[in-house]
């Protein structure tokens, strides 16, 4: 961190440092930080902790909002949990169609999605 203290990369590592030792609120300011600064895996590990209540209450809103702007970036895990809302209509409504396009979005790039598809 003193090397590099503005590196989003470094920030987000420092959040899954603090996320695996489950303090989950410094992981949350740290990924914070980091989406902030566009860093898209980040803004998938926000989106993944509202959606899951980790550090922060449950918040699908919030989830997808984070979601996306890291699935306009192409991060798949993004992509594929984003979907998982939409099969689930957890935070959006209900929407086969649209599950399975961000499934086959994630599919192209993360194979272990494929399975999901329907």
Not at 12 to 18: C, P
Not at 38 to 43: I, L, R, W
Request: charged share 20%; no cysteine.
């Amino acid at each position: 961190m003193q090397q590099y203290p503005n590196s989003s990369r470094v920030i987000e590592q420092l959040g899954r440092a603090y996320e695996k030792n489950k303090d989950f609120r410094s992981a949350l300011v740290q990924y914070q930080k980091a989406a902030q600064q566009g860093y898209a895996t980040a803004q998938y590990n926000l989106g993944r902790m509202y959606a899951t209540g980790q550090g922060v209450q449950t918040n699908y809103a919030e989830a997808i909002i984070w979601y996306r702007k890291a699935t306009d970036q192409g991060n798949a895990a993004a992509q594929t949990n984003l979907g998982s809302l939409y099969a689930n209509g957890q935070g959006v409504a209900q929407n086969y169609v649209e599950a399975a396009k961000w499934y086959r979005k994630a599919a192209e790039q993360y194979p272990s999605a494929e399975g999901r598809l329907v």
